[in-house]
């Protein structure tokens, strides 16, 4: 894992996720000749009576873009008076039901409700609060928090810094705002001074400056960002990420890392998150739902790519062993296809 991490090789001039549009790299498209009705009319008869028939629910969900899903969603609560999360729900279980839940959620909705359930109980996942804020366009995290202000009548950074502190949470309610430069013109002399500034406030200094770190990894704009990486490997002769892993520990230390690996590669970001939820014992359904459903519309051809270059191992394979049942067929199609 670290060759990736390591290569700064062209970094400055590849594409970035941050700037993708939806339904590029996607593997779930728009269905041409959709007719919303008809599509309600068809989960509506899925779940009548006893039994449900999966594989309905399976084809239109998967294969109709997120927003065909919505005009389904409004079909179904037009025809039926009841709510097509609330059905899904009712109808079917598990794993299995969590994801159909997810598909049939608008990506803004899902995203704020994945942040809520974070910050939900008597612990915060701040794995998740990183995941998502480090990894999210300005355009998605305001679409986040303005479901979070119509939902609860307060602002997402309101209820954050009570569940967030420290250093680790000045640097998360900043990514919060959603309020990063989204330049795309590069400053090589800027950078340079930043990779300067970074270097004294880490290598080159007893003890470390953790606030220089969050104000140049959290405002900067991408493009920038990834120049200065490749500044700062010039001056310390190590990776910003190498500097970060050896010099702040923690919840900040992970979130400067993500914020890092986003700037250099999205989809790379999210294969090994993917490869991560999957090893071993046991499934980390939470995270592997997040990620599937999050990226089908944006990235997930190319995460699929980077898993195989990374694992040798196709993400579809991953899948294939890891789960079962309904819930793995519903994977599966999202996932796309098979790279082996």
Same mark, same amino acid.
């Given at each position: 894992?670290?060759?990736?991490?390591?290569?700064?090789?062209?970094?400055?001039?590849?594409?970035?996720?941050?700037?993708?549009?939806?339904?590029?790299?996607?593997?779930?498209?728009?269905?041409?000749?959709?007719?919303?009705?008809?599509?309600?009319?068809?989960?509506?008869?899925?779940?009548?009576?006893?039994?449900?028939?999966?594989?309905?629910?399976?084809?239109?969900?998967?294969?109709?873009?997120?927003?065909?899903?919505?005009?389904?969603?409004?079909?179904?609560?037009?025809?039926?008076?009841?709510?097509?999360?609330?059905?899904?729900?009712?109808?079917?279980?598990?794993?299995?039901?969590? $994801?159909?839940?997810?598909?049939?959620?608008?990506?803004?909705?899902?995203?704020?409700?994945?942040?809520?359930?974070?910050?939900?109980?008597?612990?915060?996942?701040?794995?998740?609060?990183?995941?998502?804020?480090?990894?999210?366009?300005?355009?998605?995290?305001?679409?986040?928090?303005?479901?979070?202000?119509?939902?609860?009548?307060?602002?997402?950074?309101?209820?954050?810094?009570?569940? @967030?502190?420290?250093?680790?949470?000045?640097?998360?309610? @900043?990514?919060?705002?959603?309020?990063?430069?989204?330049?795309?013109?590069?400053?090589?002399?800027?950078?340079?001074?930043?990779?300067?500034?970074?270097?004294?406030?880490?290598?080159?200094?007893?003890?470390?400056? %953790?606030?220089?770190?969050?104000?140049?990894?959290?405002?900067?704009?991408?493009?920038?960002?990834?120049?200065?990486?490749?500044?700062?490997?010039?001056?310390?002769?190590?990776?910003?990420?190498?500097?970060?892993?050896?010099?702040?520990?923690?919840?900040?230390?992970? $979130?400067?890392?993500?914020?890092?690996?986003?700037?250099?590669?999205?989809?790379?970001?999210?294969?090994?998150?993917?490869?991560?939820?999957?090893?071993?014992?046991?499934?980390? %359904?939470?995270?592997?739902?997040?990620?599937?459903?999050?990226?089908?519309?944006?990235?997930?051809?190319?995460?699929?790519?980077?898993?195989?270059?990374?694992?040798?191992?196709?993400?579809?394979?991953?899948?294939?062993?890891? @789960?079962?049942?309904?819930?793995?067929?519903?994977?599966?199609?999202?996932?796309?296809?098979?790279?082996?």
């Amino acid at each position: 894992m670290a060759s990736l991490w390591d290569d700064l090789d062209d970094l400055v001039n590849k594409p970035s996720s941050f700037s993708a549009k939806g339904g590029e790299r996607g593997t779930i498209k728009p269905k041409a000749h959709f007719d919303a009705g008809d599509d309600a009319a068809a989960l509506k008869e899925a779940m009548k009576g006893l039994g449900t028939k999966e594989k309905t629910l399976i084809d239109i969900l998967t294969h109709r873009s997120s927003s065909q899903r919505q005009l389904i969603s409004e079909a179904y609560q037009a025809d039926t008076g009841k709510a097509l999360v609330d059905d899904l729900r009712g109808e079917t279980g598990g794993d299995f039901e969590d $994801l159909l839940v997810a598909l049939a959620t608008p990506p803004a909705a899902y995203d704020c409700h994945e942040v809520m359930r974070a910050m939900k109980g008597g612990g915060t996942v701040e794995s998740v609060l990183i995941e998502i804020f480090a990894s999210r366009s300005n355009e998605q995290i305001q679409a986040l928090n303005e479901v979070y202000l119509t939902e609860t009548e307060k602002k997402v950074t309101f209820d954050m810094k009570t569940e @967030v502190s420290g250093d680790f949470g000045d640097a998360l309610l @900043v990514l919060a705002e959603g309020r990063r430069d989204e330049s795309t013109s590069v400053d090589t002399q800027k950078a340079k001074e930043d990779a300067k500034t970074l270097y004294e406030a880490g290598e080159k200094k007893w003890g470390t400056d %953790e606030s220089k770190f969050i104000e140049i990894l959290c405002h900067r704009s991408i493009p920038q960002l990834r120049q200065t990486l490749v500044e700062y490997k010039n001056i310390s002769g190590k990776t910003l990420q190498q500097s970060i892993e050896g010099e702040i520990s923690g919840e900040l230390q992970e $979130l400067l890392v993500a914020i890092v690996k986003c700037v250099k590669s999205v989809p790379a970001y999210f294969a090994e998150l993917l490869y991560q939820s999957m090893k071993g014992c046991g499934t980390d %359904e939470w995270t592997l739902n997040r990620v599937m459903v999050s990226r089908s519309e944006i990235d997930l051809l190319d995460i699929r790519a980077e898993f195989k270059k990374l694992y040798e191992y196709s993400l579809h394979s991953a899948i294939e062993s890891d @789960v079962g049942g309904d819930y793995r067929k519903t994977l599966l199609k999202i996932c796309g296809g098979d790279d082996d």
